[in-house]
């Protein structure tokens, strides 16, 4: 029985990539990339400076050197919506449809899309 609850953030953080969140924004066409590494403009404060946001899709993290923000999934999501990291973590729960199952032995949750 799946139902759509609370969800450990380390959890979102292991199931969605970088690459997907920025699918979801329909930003990856606007980067640079080589190899492991995307670059462009930052897509939080609407940049114009071509080198100034770097992800990296290996260690699934991103920054901007202009607005000195940066992070994981969640803290990118947070900062493009401008909304709390709860929020969103519900958010990208959402999206991508991350459900909670109930355990049956342990009674914790587990997540999977």
């Known amino acids: 029985m799946s139902k759509m609850g609370f969800i450990n953030p380390t959890s979102i953080k292991l199931l969605v990539s970088i690459e997907q969140v ?12 080589r190899g492991n590494i995307l670059w462009g403009k930052c897509p939080i404060h609407n940049g114009h ?3 100034q946001f770097r992800v990296n899709l290996k260690k699934n993290s991103w920054n901007c050197f202009t607005c000195d923000k940066g992070g994981n999934i969640i ?4 900062a493009k919506e401008n909304v709390r ?5 519900s958010l990208i729960q959402k999206w991508f449809e991350i459900q909670t199952i109930a355990h049956p032995e342990r009674k914790l949750f587990v997540s999977y899309y």
């Open 49 to 51: 400076n071509e080198t």
């Open 85 to 89: 990291v709860c929020v969103a973590t």
């Open 22 to 33: 920025l699918e979801h924004y329909d930003l990856l066409q606007g980067l640079n990339r």
């Open 75 to 78: 803290d990118f999501v947070a």
